[in-house]
């Protein structure tokens, strides 16, 4: 029994440290479907998610929404230091080592925890070479786990602040929630600004894509205001420049190409990261009526977009490449999507205040 104990104890270590490695160090894409951190955050979100569903839209909805990420990355901490206290207790309880003050297993745990967390009381201490050599490796263990937290935090939220850099940028640019045509309109008159402006997005993509794989917890994380969201505007960049590849001819359209490649990339490799199948039978975000209201509207503006049959089939083929994972990402977080048109609910933050609601527009 003993031994059992000891393998128990010592397996479940293992598994804790690697888990912790893998989520805190190792700077890549897991593909292993069993891990303790992808079952902690598929259990813990279907549970948050599920209450989440029953309020209304709206920023109450968001505010609940908004704890989870914080809220899981430090219940998810305290689960992997609770659980190598645990196992060490059990390597203790197993080896039927002797200690001071006693040798139950809540004797154990005891020492354990004030093992792992460094704090030498010295009440209950090992009196056996192999208790003292237990207690150093986990005394180790639990200082590099402290240290390793210490320095996660720091990168983890440096990463959400230069993702929401460019999200707020994009609100004057394209409104809130943003949208194709919006951006387009703004941005239209100067092509060589929006050439610029789809390069920028393009890293932000990358960016996003990168710091997305080796942090997932960031893909909870929301944004500061309710009508914004990462998946808002890279679904928006992603509309506009399919629109500019295919009916918009331009200097411009070679960098949307680039840009619409690397956003796709993201949400492709993001969904499979959250274990989203793509979602086929989405409801149409640009129908027919709106397809053509969309060009009026450009048009209105001088953007001149192609209204042929063979644009609008490949528009459609372009749309079926990334509307299928954003519809599962934005199931799946809560995160609505933006239309292709600005709505009536659209609109700029930065025109709003507090107190006085909101202001009017620049001349």
Do not use: C
Not at 3 to 24: C, H, K, N, T, Y
Request: aromatic letters at 10%; a positive charge.
């Amino acid at each position: 029994m003993g031994l059992l104990i000891v393998a128990a104890g010592a397996l479940w270590a293992v598994v804790m440290m690697w888990d912790a490695f893998e989520a805190l160090v190792l700077p890549r894409r897991v593909t292993r479907r069993l891990r303790p951190t992808r079952m902690f955050y598929r259990v813990t979100w279907e549970v948050w998610s599920a209450v989440a569903r029953r309020m209304r839209p709206g920023g109450r909805r968001e505010t609940y929404l908004s704890f989870f990420g914080p809220l899981s990355l430090l219940v998810l901490m305290a689960v992997w230091a609770a659980s190598l206290v645990a196992a060490f207790a059990l390597l203790q309880t197993g080896s039927a080592l002797n200690v001071r003050g006693g040798g139950s297993f809540t004797d154990h745990l005891y020492l354990s925890g004030e093992t792992f967390f460094t704090l030498g009381l010295g009440d209950v201490t090992p009196v056996t070479r192999v208790g003292r050599a237990l207690v150093v490796i986990e005394a180790g263990v639990g200082f590099a786990f402290l240290a390793l937290v210490i320095g996660y935090l720091p990168v983890l939220y440096q990463s959400f602040s230069r993702r929401e850099v460019n999200i707020t940028l994009l609100d004057a640019r394209a409104g809130s929630p943003p949208s194709a045509e919006e951006l387009l309109r703004g941005e239209w008159p100067d092509q060589e600004a929006l050439t610029r402006l789809l390069r920028e997005w393009e890293r932000w993509s990358a960016e996003v894509l990168e710091s997305h794989l080796s942090y997932p917890v960031l893909s909870y994380y929301r944004s500061q205001h309710d009508n914004q969201s990462w998946l808002a505007a890279l679904t928006t960049i992603l509309d506009a420049s399919a629109l500019m590849i295919v009916g918009i001819p331009g200097p411009g359209a070679r960098q949307a190409r680039l840009t619409f490649a690397m956003a796709r990339h993201a949400v492709v490799d993001l969904a499979q990261v959250l274990g989203r199948p793509p979602i086929k039978s989405a409801p149409d975000r640009l129908p027919a009526p709106d397809l053509a209201r969309l060009r009026t509207g450009l048009a209105a503006v001088g953007v001149v977009v192609d209204g042929g049959a063979g644009a609008d089939d490949k528009l459609v083929e372009m749309r079926r490449m990334y509307e299928p994972f954003v519809a599962a990402l934005s199931e799946y977080l809560l995160m609505p999507l933006p239309t292709w048109r600005a709505g009536a609910d659209a609109r700029e933050n930065w025109r709003a205040s507090a107190g006085a609601g909101r202001v009017g527009r620049l001349p």
